[in-house]
């Protein structure tokens, strides 16, 4: 019998907490859409003041924020966009770009630490003179951090240098921040300063942060008055939106604190893990918020820190052949009431937020170790 439950599906599963309740409960609302809602104003300033840029706009969902960003930049049907083959715009966000924006990808390959090669982006940027022929190039999207990669940082001083390049050539810059903070913490690096280059970002309310919904696209005034008509378009046009917005402005001030506490369980949690029989880490590629955990059986990879509360991130690669497969161990955790997501076959998530507590932690340890030797060794159980 399952005596407790602990979520480790992902980040987006957290609950509003009783202080974002009330606010939403209490939140002082007008219609958004006629731009008279004074808890969304006040959101959106606020993150358009920590991104360093002249305006902002809350939109329902993240894959939203970039296709907007996307369709603003690229408002020729047939434009070009230069990203990552592994990028999150490209593989996870329904191919909305090229259905909806009627903007064409061409990707380039993402390096393990997540960046594109910049001789690579340069490279593929179209010759005007082969307008005739070609689409034209008229963007640059990155992703900071890069999810694929293992949640990899991009330093200010690479997204400078691509940003560089887009002014070379007339392009723009926009780039993924879902998780932006991410990046600010494990570089040290102030949020803005990462986004300086940028002619776009947006950036999640709902993953690390822990509100219950939504995105803010950042930019210049110019930027987010033309998104305001996409976001309509697309559905995305809210009116008393100032009730999630209120959640959302809970959810700044509330988790920050917490940012520390959330760092030592993802430390226990990794020291765990190296305990465990057959278990290392591999030091050398530890970089400040990623642990690759290698075993003959498993591979464990990626610790990934998000700005306001933690995002531990663990993917379980089984070897062939292994009795440890990642539906046997899902299952099997299951039974513990641990709940993981399962990844691309043969792999499984599991993702620590602000509403794991240490003891939450302990228990996911001893329930693993548990279900690896009832996997491994059935015939003792």
Excluded: W
């Amino acid at each position: 019998m399952v005596i407790r439950s602990v979520d480790l599906r992902s980040d987006t599963v957290t609950r509003p907490t009783d202080a974002m309740r009330e606010a939403m409960a209490s939140a002082e609302v007008d219609d958004d859409i006629l731009g008279y809602d004074p808890t969304a104003r006040h959101l959106e300033e606020e993150m358009a003041k920590m991104m360093g840029k002249e305006a902002a706009l809350f939109v329902p969902s993240g894959t939203m924020g970039n296709l907007i960003c996307v369709m603003v930049h690229c408002d020729v049907r047939g434009s070009e966009v230069i990203l990552g083959d592994n990028s999150h715009i490209h593989v996870y966000e329904n191919g909305g770009i090229s259905t909806i924006g009627g903007v064409h990808p061409k990707t380039i390959k993402n390096e393990e630490d997540g960046t594109m090669d910049l001789r690579a982006i340069e490279a593929a940027i179209r010759d005007p003179k082969g307008s005739t022929f070609y689409p034209t190039t008229r963007l640059i999207c990155l992703e900071n951090t890069h999810a694929n990669s293992g949640g990899r940082c991009l330093s200010a001083e690479y997204t400078d240098r691509v940003g560089e390049i887009a002014k070379r050539h007339g392009l723009k810059l926009h780039i993924d921040g879902a998780r932006l903070f991410n990046a600010s913490i494990a570089l040290g690096v102030p949020v803005h300063r990462l986004v300086e280059a940028a002619d776009s970002v947006s950036v999640c309310l709902s993953k690390g942060l822990g509100a219950p919904v939504g995105t803010v696209i950042v930019g210049s005034l110019s930027l987010i008055e033309k998104a305001k008509t996409l976001r309509k378009t697309l559905g995305g046009g809210m009116r008393q939106i100032g009730v999630l917005c209120a959640a959302a402005l809970v959810a700044l001030q509330e988790n920050l604190p917490k940012l520390q506490s959330d760092h030592k369980k993802a430390k226990l949690l990794a020291e765990g893990l190296n305990q465990m029989k057959g278990i290392r880490i591999n030091v050398v590629a530890v970089e400040t918020n990623m642990v690759r955990i290698v075993n003959t059986l498993v591979v464990l990879s990626t610790i990934m820190f998000n700005y306001f509360c933690l995002k531990i991130q663990i993917f379980m690669d089984m070897e062939d052949g292994s009795r440890l497969t990642a539906e046997k161990l899902r299952k099997c955790l299951t039974d513990y009431g641990i709940l993981v997501l399962p990844g691309n076959s043969p792999r499984i998530r599991m993702v620590i937020h602000h509403q794991i507590t240490t003891s939450d932690v302990h228990y996911t340890l001893s329930c693993l170790q548990q279900a690896m030797q009832t996997i491994q060794e059935p015939s003792r159980n």
